[in-house]
């Protein structure tokens, strides 16, 4: 990890709980089905401020950033960056959920609690016990409020250690595999990178077709939805001398 410098986190942990996937060129986001605990996180009115954040986002995002790195290397030193890749995806989608996450930095809430929480949702997700143990040491710090955007760093720089470029295609309907396989073939010719990881989205609002974000933070797009189209007709038409009969 030679380009990537960061201020160095020891895991270590009181905890611990029970993952493999292979390595392939293009990789797909598959979505997470048979998740399922049985603690209920009711909707709170109240989303409580982080902790330990007074430097800002800034100090924020470095943490992240921190706490990322620490989990690949723990990760490369275990042979498992796939496996935990998986693992985070998985974290990803739990905490995509805002009453989990508003439960977790919920300072009222016991730490013990939370951790039992973790346990049920590391058994139901099927995660690697170290990762399991990631997640409750940022319990323990309470640095869980970082959780979005560790995943976020994480996926940084696990595309950059495997050479991997990421492309998010959204769609008004679940594109079939061959579909996306080509079109991570076009953004591997675009950009020469090893792998390429496909990461799909469903929006409604592009009528028909699709759309692919790829390149650093999203600032490349491929736009072949049917709103662009119309976009692009209603740009060419000129409304303001047509006058409507009633």
Known sequence: M???????ISLQSTKSPPSARTPIPIK??????????STTFPSLRLKFAATNCSGGPRMASAAA???????????????TLEATT?????IEKFFSDPSVYDYFVNPTID??????????IAASGGLQP?????????VDSRRIDLINEIVTEFEVVHNKLTDTELAVVSSVVKLESQHLAQIAKQVQKLTGAKNVRIKTV??????????VRYGSAGSKLIDMSVKKQLEEIAAQIDLGDIKLGV
């Open 2 to 8: 030679a380009a990537l410098q960061h201020t160095p």
């Open 86 to 90: 998986g693992d985070v995806e998985k």
């Open 202 to 211: 469903i929006d409604p609002s592009l009528v028909a077709g699709f759309t």
């Open 111 to 120: 730490v013990e609690k939370k951790r039992k929480t973790l346990d049920e």
């Open 65 to 79: 950033t921190s706490y990322a790195v620490a989990l690949a290397d723990v990760a490369l030193a275990n042979n």
């Open 28 to 37: 797909t986001h598959k979505p997470i089905h048979s998740l399922s605990f």
């Open 130 to 138: 170290f990762t399991t143990n990631f997640l409750n040491i940022l």
